[in-house]
């Protein structure tokens, strides 16, 4: 019962458009085969999912089409700087929260969006109450900005399971070598978890017991 007063708190704060926006689908995005190889193993208890950066929403359905969980998104639908390099990416902006709507619709009662920063979105979710019990990362990808995405997210939600995208993205125009990757392992090396990658896909393994093999 206290869970769900939670959401539906959460859901009034808030709330969808009224009316579906007038603008058509779009599937762009990113979500590899190696995320739902990994992934989809994790959903089938979940019942809260917490996704940090949604983009156009394609592993929001994916969490909506592989669990019963409600979904809360948490994304500025602004974009992030490397969106900006693109020209495809860039058109999208402008319109990019209502063709996130428009592509969720039919999950609406599912779905929570929250349009808000990363840190700021997810002591929304905290101050409601809710409490996810999985954690999916995918904002900015600086080291910093994903440093502190999982650091606020395991301080706010210490029963969550953490899990990323972007294992391997680096920035090398703007020389940013270090990026997701050393992050997620700089944040475990401080509690004393263990991240496992697959490719793009990572996973923070808060007790060890992960296969040696895919061990970082």
Known sequence: KDTLMSLESLKNAFPWPDTMPKLSPDSHGWFSKHNIEMFKPLLKDKTIILEV????????????????????????????????????WSSKIPTLFETFCVNQWQWRDHLIP??????????????????????????????????ADIT?????????????????????TRNMEKTVQAAVIDFCQTKNYTPVANHWAWIIEKNPAANPETQI
């Open 152 to 172: 606020t997210a395991d301080a706010l939600f210490p029963n969550a399971q953490i899990i990323g995208d972007d294992w391997n993205w680096k920035n090398l």
């Open 53 to 88: 950066g949604s983009w156009l929403g394609l592993s929001a359905r994916f969490w909506l089409q592989n669990s019963s969980a409600t979904v809360v998104c948490v994304d500025t639908w602004q974009g992030s700087e490397e969106h900006f390099t693109d020209n495809e």
């Open 114 to 147: 929250i349009k808000n920063t990363s840190i700021e979105g997810m002591k929304r979710v905290a101050e409601h109450g809710v409490e996810p019990d999985l954690i999916y990362i995918d904002a900015s990808h600086s080291y910093e900005d994903v440093l």
